[in-house]
């Protein structure tokens, strides 16, 4: 079974520029999560998806940030404009549905690099 | 959203148990408690989860008193490959996961 899948793994990119970052959940997930990690800092909890509805997004960080999850299936998440602020390591995890005890599957992590 | 306290770092030699015990005063009813391992330039991955007692699985064991209010991860005989940050979580299914600072150990040979 493939794992959750992120792409890219690494992006510079400069300040006012945009950036899409997109996820791919393990088939047949309908929970898909975003996190970050900005620079020396704890993992943010960022938004949730089930399936193609944005079930929580109270960790999104403000309106430059959109998420997308067309189908239910694969995820974008776009910064635009990016700020430098933004630099840090984005995770995708995924869990099947949220009935009883369940884990996230995270994916590599998406570096950003904002100059 | 329950948060949680561990300490920042723990230092072990191979071959020793590991205990790692996390603090979460305020875990509600339905929340579980999930333990992550992560390795630098990767995402978490899953070791162990539990609602209460006791839960023993290939790697590792995790210990839950009657509160539960707090809970430890009892990693048996480490070994090197081991070195890397633990996390403790806890959430309700479906809920986003608060992600504490972690417990970095370092495995000394």
């Known amino acids: 079974e493939a794992g959750v899948t992120q792409f890219p793994s690494h992006s510079v990119i400069e300040k006012g520029q945009t950036v899409t970052l997109r996820c791919d959940p393990i088939?047949?997930?309908?929970?898909l999560y975003w996190y970050r990690r900005v620079m020396g800092k704890e993992i943010k909890f960022l938004l949730h998806?089930?399936?193609?509805?944005?079930?929580?997004e109270s960790g999104m960080p403000n309106n430059r940030f959109l998420a997308e999850r067309t189908g239910g299936t694969y995820s974008t998440l776009k910064v635009q404009p990016a700020e430098l602020e933004d630099s840090g390591v984005y995770f995708c995890?995924?869990?099947?549905?949220?009935?009883?005890?369940?884990?996230?599957?995270f994916g590599p992590g998406t570096r950003l690099t904002v100059t | 959203l329950a948060k949680t306290t561990q300490p920042i770092s723990m230092d072990s030699y191979e071959g020793q148990e590991v205990n790692i015990t996390c603090s979460h005063n305020n875990i509600a009813t339905n929340d579980y408690i999930t333990w992550y391992q992560q390795f630098p330039s990767q995402g978490p991955r899953f070791i162990i989860q539990?609602?209460?007692t006791k839960v023993t699985n290939e790697v590792a064991s995790l210990f839950i008193p009657a509160d539960r209010k707090s809970s430890t991860l009892s990693l048996p005989r480490v070994s090197l490959s081991d070195t890397a940050v633990y996390y403790c979580l806890v959430g309700d299914s479906g809920n986003q996961f608060y992600f504490g600072t972690g417990t970095s150990l370092t495995v000394i040979p």
């Open positions: 539990g609602y209460k």
């Open positions: 088939s047949g997930h309908d929970n």
């Open positions: 998806f089930v399936k193609e509805s944005k079930q929580d």
């Open positions: 995890a995924s869990s099947q549905a949220p009935q009883g005890p369940y884990e996230q599957y």
